[in-house]
């Protein structure tokens, strides 16, 4: 290998790192704002990240004034939700309860031959049972077994009467706590709006600003010097010029690097940075063409394609950038014979056949299929 032929190598090699470093930084911006204008499609996939910053130190500030109000609903929330639990529980037990002593009374009531009034029969309070049970234990024909049952009940008409009373007093509770839960509510409702305000600065629906935050910080902590963070920040139309420019530059590599380790004409300094520059070019007429004929396509149909730069799927931008940079040629000569078919006159073929490569020249194919090598 002769000292040239190095050179050549590490001119290749240092221009393929710097092209996967920048195309690596262009295309995590523009991949985020295709994110972000798929999440919010009103922000057009940008966002100010200074205003970001701003958003968030306020929304923290507001946060930290109200976690006294916040907290304390927090606790008032868990106290009435632990009393209504508990009321729950002893209101089923007061009913069943209830029932019993409403089937006891009954019950002697029949065996004393003891008719009750009909109001003192549908009235079921722990009052209207206790003047049943002292009614029943007023009867002389009572029985020994009727006796012991009156005694039980009287217990069990006061322990009903006591469980009633807890339940009432329950209910004063919690009817202080949610009081205080609606006016701190107040507070805290009154510092949500702030919050969704600000949040809605950034981003018009402000549901999505967490997620929009999580990713904004994820890029910018991508680059310590703040270059995605800066690009991401630019217009998705000339952020997707730039990615389509480098990744017809990386398919110019990717063409040149095959041709350097197998092709007979050795690369030279002067086609590389040719073929760079005419990879670029390439890849920017095809991504050109690509959107026209999707602006035009749209126009016709009935289905209305979306044609805005922010819609544009990076991984298709960077397709189309790579494969017009490894065949740079065979693009130009098709974006020739389509202009020709145009412009031609009459409907005629005016193509004319390419002129023959001269001897020494590389193949058209590069160094991808070198039959000239194989051959040699």
């Not at 189309?320 to 031609?344: H, K, M, N, P």
């Amino acid at each position: 290998m002769t000292f040239y032929k190095f050179s050549v190598g590490v001119v290749l090699t240092l221009a393929m790192v710097a092209v996967l470093f920048m195309s690596a930084v262009v295309f995590s911006s523009r991949d985020f704002q295709f994110g972000v204008a798929q999440v919010a499609p009103a922000t057009n996939g940008l966002v100010d990240f200074e205003r970001l910053a701003e958003a968030q130190q306020q929304i923290q500030r507001i946060e930290s004034e109200t976690s006294a109000p916040r907290g304390e609903l927090l606790e008032v929330q868990s106290r009435i939700d632990t009393i209504d639990a508990a009321t729950r529980a002893a209101q089923t037990r007061i009913n069943e309860v209830r029932a019993e002593i409403v089937l006891d009374i009954a019950q002697v009531e029949r065996n004393a031959e003891v008719a009750p009034a009909q109001s003192a029969a549908a009235d079921t309070s722990a009052q209207a049972l206790s003047t049943r049970i002292n009614t029943l234990a007023a009867q002389p024909n009572l029985s020994p077994t009727d006796q012991q049952t009156v005694v039980a009940l009287n217990s069990q008409a006061e322990q009903l009467a006591q469980d009633e009373a807890t339940v009432l007093e329950r209910d004063a509770e919690r009817g202080t706590l949610a009081a205080r839960q609606r006016a701190l509510s107040g507070q805290v409702a009154e510092s949500n709006a702030r919050i969704f305000a600000l949040q809605q600065s950034v981003v018009p629906n402000y549901e999505h600003f967490g997620r929009i935050s999580n990713e904004a910080a994820a890029l910018q902590g991508l680059s310590r010097l703040g270059v995605s963070a800066d690009l991401a920040q630019g217009h998705p139309a000339l952020l997707s010029t730039f990615l389509v420019l480098l990744m017809g530059a990386l398919g110019s590599l990717l063409y040149l690097f095959p041709a350097y380790l197998n092709r007979a004409v050795p690369v030279t300094m002067a086609e590389i940075v040719v073929r760079l520059i005419f990879g670029m070019c390439a890849a920017f007429a095809l991504y050109m063409l690509a959107n026209a004929a999707i602006a035009g396509f749209s126009m016709t149909s009935s289905v209305q394609q979306a044609t805005t730069s922010a819609a544009l799927n990076p991984f298709a931008v960077s397709l189309i950038g790579i494969v017009a940079g490894v065949l740079s040629e065979d693009i130009a000569q098709w974006i020739q014979e389509r202009g020709r078919g145009i412009f031609q006159q009459g409907g005629a073929s005016a193509t004319r056949p390419p002129p023959p490569p001269a001897a020494n020249e590389p193949s058209a194919t590069g160094g991808l299929v070198n039959n000239d090598a194989l051959n040699g």
